[in-house]
């Protein structure tokens, strides 16, 4: 993702300052993602697709990789986070898909969530729970959710997710932009 940030953004002759500014981070912080020493959230990783323009999913796919039907085999699930960074792991899931409304992800939230901050962004979530047990943390109540439930809300509620138990959960994450609204569809989020 980070080569590819920084690619984007000079393809479109943009500077560290304007992209940091139209996605709302500092300078500093972007030029730690473009160098691969810092990997921004998904509300994050949606603006600066915002900002530059593209759907989420190019951040992580060259457009040249893009398909119409795309299988992602549970072995072929490309990490977007280091495995020994604290907090929540990412899969990309569909990440060479050409056209959606809406980006997929394997989330496996960490069993300590007070030092994550909430995080809320343009658009709608929808987490299914594929093992473990989970609770989605909303400021004015949670959703203790177990396998095989699913939870879908608006993504400007700030939220974060737990694991419980003694496992680390494993989620299905569906992020929908909704930058657009009722437009045609529109590739699509972290």
């Known amino acids: 993702m980070f080569n590819r940030v920084?690619?984007?953004r000079k393809e479109r002759l943009m500077t560290l300052e304007v992209l940091a500014e139209r996605a709302g981070v500092t300078k500093s912080y972007l030029s730690k993602v473009e160098r691969g020493q810092s990997t921004p959230s998904i509300a994050v990783s949606t603006a600066l697709a915002r900002a530059l323009g593209t759907p989420l999913d190019s951040l992580f796919?060259?457009?040249?990789?893009?398909t119409d039907v795309t299988v992602t085999?549970?072995?072929?699930?490309?990490?977007?986070?280091?495995?020994?960074?604290?907090?929540?792991?990412?899969?990309?899931i569909a990440l060479?898909?050409?056209?959606?409304?809406?980006?997929?992800?394997?989330l496996y939230p960490p069993h300590d969530a007070d030092s994550t901050p909430f995080r809320d962004h343009p658009g709608e979530e929808f987490l299914f729970v594929h093992r473990g047990r989970a609770e989605l943390l909303l400021p004015a109540r949670s959703v203790e959710?177990?396998?095989g439930d699913s939870v879908y809300f608006k993504a400007t509620t700030?939220?974060?997710?737990?694991s419980l138990g003694e496992e680390r959960a494993a989620l299905l994450l569906l992020v929908s932009d909704d930058a657009g609204g009722d437009r045609a569809p529109h590739p699509h989020l972290p």
């Open 145 to 147: 959710l177990g396998p």
């Open 73 to 92: 085999r549970a072995d072929e699930r490309r990490a977007l986070t280091p495995a020994g960074e604290p907090g929540s792991r990412y899969e990309g």
């Open 158 to 162: 700030p939220h974060k997710v737990r």
């Open 96 to 106: 060479q898909a050409s056209t959606k409304r809406m980006t997929p992800f394997m």
């Open 6 to 8: 920084r690619q984007l």
């Open 61 to 66: 796919a060259d457009s040249e990789q893009l």
